[in-house]
């Protein structure tokens, strides 16, 4: 298994609401991908947002932003 | 074989959709089980496919399309889940029976009350039956975009208003006219709009939906597989997943999305003009041989591309299976489902031989057509 890194996760209510958090952050070139809801964590959703932690800031932001069907946001290492 | 049954299902599919089911058929998993390459391709296509239809819809958020296996599902849903004990409920003579069983379902096991804004002759209803109709219990009005009989059209937006100046809930059934005439939840004041991938979409059989205006809570048929929130006993609430349990026909919503993709890129406006001038020229031939009798109003600017018709007083089963072994015309006789829309045209015992035209079809086959006619008439 890999090394265990710091990531900002973003959960979400739907996989639709997932969706919609895939294409905007492809559109605008931000970064992370989808990864399955790590077992720590309780989410409508089974997928998350897997980001590095330095984009928590700009990527907050858009959320809030674009109205994000969030569930929850998340600093864990996984 | 010419096939004049696309108000059934329409044969003829884009090139796009098929290849898009073919794709997806090699590619796809299962949609929100995981995020491997192939589930995500799976919820990637399924969210386009939303984002399409919310977008040709007027569908405020593409999480409020839901997917369902046809508009019959899609109607039970919006009926069963919206209606409660004792309400009453304004429909049409108009309708399919995906809107009437599951009304008449209602009244026996709510004591829901129905009134039914009457056709005439022509197959066309009178606006103010409907506010005449409301009652104090008056829950919802559920009435057709477009007669799958006749080819009459509502007026959606005249409904929408008395809907909403009465705060009444609006369900609406697009079957025969989802893709190729406007429709915007939001200038029509629709709540629910019911709609079928396999005709006028171009998509699939197995494959339609609902777009569902935020805020309205809908009891689901069903309940199971979500793929989220697996230790709650409660299906999840949020939409579109709330009524959309088990896995989706994903295969057959890729071929769905293609399908509204080709209505936009070919253009809406120009697929309409081009079924209305087939069934326009097909009309203006036929109501003039003698013994054939055209059923709706050809009066109206804007019609659904269909037209019934009976020749002289025989069967129309008899006149379509000759269409068929003789001319290899596809058409669809009998009843059409539409048990209250037959009473109003007379036509119970006949039925009537339906030719309903699509995009595919070209004015040859139309003139193909009226030569039948002329000769079995003969």
């Given at each position: 298994m ?12 739907t ?36 980001a590095p ?26 | 074989?010419?096939y ?30 995981g995020t491997?390459?192939?589930?995500l391709?799976a ?33 039970n ?19 399919h ?43 919802a ?14 007026d ?55 777009c ?15 793929g ?57 031939e ?18 659904a ?15 379509s ?48 057509a ?5 000769e079995?008439s003969?």
């Amino acid at each position: 298994m890999r090394k265990k890194e710091l990531k900002y996760l973003v959960t979400f209510h739907t996989t639709t609401g997932a969706m919609a958090m895939e294409k905007y952050c492809k559109q605008q070139q931000l970064p992370g991908r989808l990864i399955p809801v790590p077992r720590q964590i309780s989410a409508g959703c089974g997928m998350a947002w897997a980001a590095p932690p330095e984009s928590r800031e700009v990527i907050h932001s858009m959320l809030i932003e674009q109205k994000m069907d969030v569930d929850g946001e998340y600093e864990i290492w996984i | 074989m010419i096939y004049l049954d696309n108000a059934a299902t329409t044969l003829r599919k884009p090139p796009e959709v098929i290849q898009a089911v073919v794709n997806a058929m090699n590619q796809m998993g299962n949609s929100a089980r995981g995020t491997h390459d192939e589930a995500l391709a799976a919820s990637r296509i399924i969210y386009e496919t939303r984002e399409l239809l919310s977008d040709l819809f007027g569908c405020p958020r593409p999480d409020h399309v839901i997917f369902t296996s046809n508009s019959t599902e899609a109607l039970n849903t919006a009926i069963y889940g919206m209606i409660s004990q004792g309400d009453h409920v304004i429909s049409t003579d108009m309708e399919h029976n995906s809107v009437l069983r599951p009304l008449y379902r209602l009244e026996r096991e709510r004591e829901v009350s129905l009134s039914f804004v009457p056709a005439d002759e022509g197959g066309t209803i009178c606006y103010e039956e409907f506010e005449r109709q409301i009652t104090p219990r008056t829950r919802a009005i559920v009435c057709t975009h477009g007669s799958n009989l006749t080819g009459n059209l509502v007026d959606l937006v005249r409904v929408g208003e008395i809907a909403k100046k009465h705060k009444l809930l609006f369900i609406v059934d697009a079957s025969q006219t989802a893709g190729v005439f406007p429709i915007d939840m939001e200038k029509m004041h629709i709540d629910v709009l019911c709609f079928t991938g396999h005709k006028s979409l171009f998509g699939p059989q197995g494959t339609g939906g609902m777009c569902v205006r935020p805020g309205l809570d809908i009891v689901p048929l069903k309940v199971g597989g979500s793929g989220v929130r697996t230790y709650e006993k409660i299906h999840p609430k949020e939409l579109p997943v709330g009524l959309e349990a088990g896995t989706l026909n994903g295969h057959g919503i890729a071929g769905l999305g293609a399908g509204v993709r080709f209505i936009k890129d070919t253009g809406m406006e120009m697929i309409r003009r081009h079924e209305e001038k087939l069934a326009r020229v097909f009309y203006e031939e036929v109501c003039q041989i003698p013994g054939i009798q055209v059923y709706g109003d050809f009066q109206a600017d804007c019609r659904a591309p269909i037209v019934a018709l009976n020749l002289k007083d025989y069967d129309s089963s008899e006149v379509s299976d000759e269409l068929a072994q003789g001319y290899s015309i596809a058409t669809r006789p009998g009843a059409h489902c539409a048990p209250r829309m037959h009473q109003a045209l007379g036509t119970v015992e006949q039925g009537a031989v339906r030719f309903s035209f699509s995009w595919f079809n070209t004015i040859e086959e139309v003139h193909t057509a009226i030569r039948a006619m002329k000769e079995l008439s003969q």
